[in-house]
């Protein structure tokens, strides 16, 4: 059994489907089972008694996390989700400060900074999806502050350049916002060779790690230039902190580093839960899963042409993602749910996502069963 066959049969979501659903949101490891089983049964035997332990390995998977995106631990902040993240970050700036962003983003990226008043200004996908820096830059008027894009767009799979857009950034003096949420654990990310200022990810799609864990990585400048708005009895520092003896707690000031923004006591199984995801994403290593990866895309691309089949996501090498889509009609897709192929469908197409657990077959799969399906069409 080679090494990316193991990986498959730690994930039994791939024994019930063919999974292509993983932008929804990516099945969880035996491993992750086990470490589960593991956290919850030291609970349950010893109470609060676990909090030393759990406190060593939530410091253990700061580090973990800091090390992967070539950041500080003291630059690392756990989340539950993107949305959070982002209603912690909107109180930091002025509200004069014009956002600019992407008409293809998620909602998160700029319903919370429209609600607080900010101007956002948006930048159009061309009619192939596809975004380029010069469309960026036209959009850049001298009260834009903050620039704010997803590292993969959730509706077309465009995957924006990062580092072209950091330079940028770098240019006009803006701060670089990036939610990773599409892309993390497929696609290695270095925030200072990217001028990456914040970068914001929910684990529970490529990194596999469920629902109610992330990171947020935060620049030691952006903290100490813009401090955060949103605080509670845990992000803060008391002069005397023993809680059995001290009577006062009214005299406090904010932590200094990026735990400020974990305002109460942290989701501790969450937390390391999302340590065990991110440890066996770093045993694979993120570069040979992005190499593995892009060979499933690049098959995907050559089987549909030779099956006459229209991949509507046909973008230059750079810009190609894991999100994958194809002009599928609503028989096919019904066919589709039929054979177990779990992927999305929306307006006559078929979004698929592809990740380590997936492989060739899963592909074959797929296009045999749209070619069986509807046979006699023929796509531009």
Same mark, same amino acid.
């Given at each position: 059994?080679?090494?990316?066959?193991?990986?498959?049969?730690?994930?039994?979501?791939?024994?019930?489907?063919?999974?292509?659903?993983? $932008?929804?949101?990516?099945?969880?490891?035996?491993?992750?089972?086990?470490?589960?089983?593991?956290?919850?049964?030291?609970?349950?035997?010893?109470?609060?008694?676990?909090?030393?332990?759990?406190?060593?390995?939530?410091?253990?998977?700061?580090?973990?996390?800091?090390?992967?995106?070539?950041?500080?631990?003291?630059?690392?902040?756990?989340?539950?989700?993107?949305?959070?993240?982002? *209603?912690?970050?909107?109180?930091?700036?002025?509200?004069?400060?014009?956002?600019?962003?992407?008409?293809?983003?998620?909602?998160? *990226?700029?319903?919370?900074?429209?609600?607080?008043?900010?101007?956002?200004?948006?930048?159009?996908? $061309?009619?192939?999806?596809?975004?380029?820096?010069?469309?960026?830059?036209?959009?850049?008027?001298?009260?834009?502050?903050?620039?704010?894009?997803?590292?993969?767009?959730?509706?077309?799979?465009?995957?924006?350049?990062?580092?072209?857009?950091?330079?940028?950034?770098?240019?006009?003096?803006?701060?670089?916002?990036?939610?990773?949420?599409?892309?993390?654990?497929?696609?290695?990310?270095?925030?200072?060779?990217?001028?990456?200022?914040?970068?914001?990810?929910?684990?529970?799609?490529?990194?596999?790690?469920?629902?109610?864990? *992330?990171?947020?990585?935060?620049?030691?400048?952006?903290?100490?230039?813009?401090?955060?708005?949103?605080?509670?009895?845990? $992000?803060?520092?008391?002069?005397?902190?023993?809680?059995?003896?001290?009577?006062?707690?009214?005299?406090?000031?904010?932590?200094?580093?990026?735990?400020?923004?974990?305002? *109460?006591?942290?989701?501790?199984?969450?937390?390391?839960?999302?340590?065990?995801?991110?440890?066996?994403?770093?045993?694979?290593?993120?570069?040979?899963? $992005?190499?593995?990866?892009?060979?499933?895309?690049?098959?995907?691309?050559?089987?549909?042409?030779?099956?006459?089949?229209?991949?509507?996501?046909?973008?230059?090498?750079?810009?190609?993602?894991?999100?994958?889509?194809?002009?599928?009609?609503?028989?096919?897709?019904?066919?589709?749910?039929?054979?177990?192929?779990?992927?999305?469908?929306?307006?006559?197409?078929?979004?698929?996502?592809?990740?380590?657990?997936?492989?060739?077959?899963?592909?074959?799969?797929?296009?045999?069963?749209?070619?069986?399906?509807?046979?006699?069409?023929?796509?531009?």
């Amino acid at each position: 059994m080679d090494k990316w066959r193991k990986i498959r049969a730690d994930y039994p979501a791939c024994k019930n489907y063919v999974y292509l659903a993983t $932008n929804g949101g990516g099945p969880v490891s035996t491993p992750y089972v086990q470490k589960a089983q593991q956290l919850l049964t030291a609970l349950s035997e010893k109470g609060k008694l676990v909090m030393p332990e759990w406190g060593r390995q939530v410091t253990q998977t700061r580090t973990l996390l800091a090390d992967m995106i070539q950041a500080k631990a003291t630059e690392i902040a756990f989340i539950t989700n993107t949305s959070q993240a982002m *209603g912690l970050l909107v109180g930091m700036f002025p509200k004069h400060y014009d956002v600019l962003t992407m008409r293809d983003e998620f909602p998160t *990226g700029f319903v919370p900074w429209m609600h607080h008043g900010h101007h956002i200004q948006f930048v159009d996908s $061309n009619a192939a999806g596809e975004i380029s820096i010069t469309a960026i830059e036209n959009q850049i008027t001298p009260a834009t502050r903050l620039l704010i894009t997803s590292h993969v767009l959730f509706r077309t799979g465009f995957r924006q350049d990062l580092k072209a857009i950091g330079a940028l950034c770098r240019k006009h003096g803006l701060v670089h916002i990036v939610d990773a949420t599409q892309s993390f654990g497929v696609y290695p990310i270095d925030v200072q060779e990217y001028n990456i200022d914040i970068l914001i990810f929910h684990a529970y799609k490529w990194v596999t790690a469920g629902y109610g864990s *992330g990171g947020m990585y935060v620049s030691k400048k952006i903290l100490d230039k813009y401090p955060p708005q949103v605080m509670g009895w845990y $992000n803060v520092n008391y002069p005397l902190p023993d809680f059995d003896t001290a009577q006062d707690y009214t005299q406090f000031t904010p932590k200094e580093d990026a735990t400020v923004f974990e305002t *109460g006591t942290p989701p501790f199984l969450n937390i390391l839960l999302l340590g065990e995801a991110l440890q066996y994403l770093n045993g694979i290593g993120i570069p040979e899963i $992005n190499a593995y990866v892009q060979t499933l895309i690049n098959y995907l691309h050559k089987r549909a042409k030779e099956n006459n089949i229209r991949v509507l996501s046909d973008y230059a090498a750079g810009h190609l993602s894991t999100i994958q889509r194809l002009a599928v009609t609503p028989e096919q897709y019904t066919a589709i749910e039929q054979h177990h192929i779990a992927a999305r469908y929306k307006n006559n197409m078929l979004t698929i996502a592809l990740n380590f657990y997936n492989n060739e077959e899963d592909i074959d799969t797929l296009l045999a069963v749209i070619k069986k399906s509807a046979p006699g069409i023929s796509y531009p």
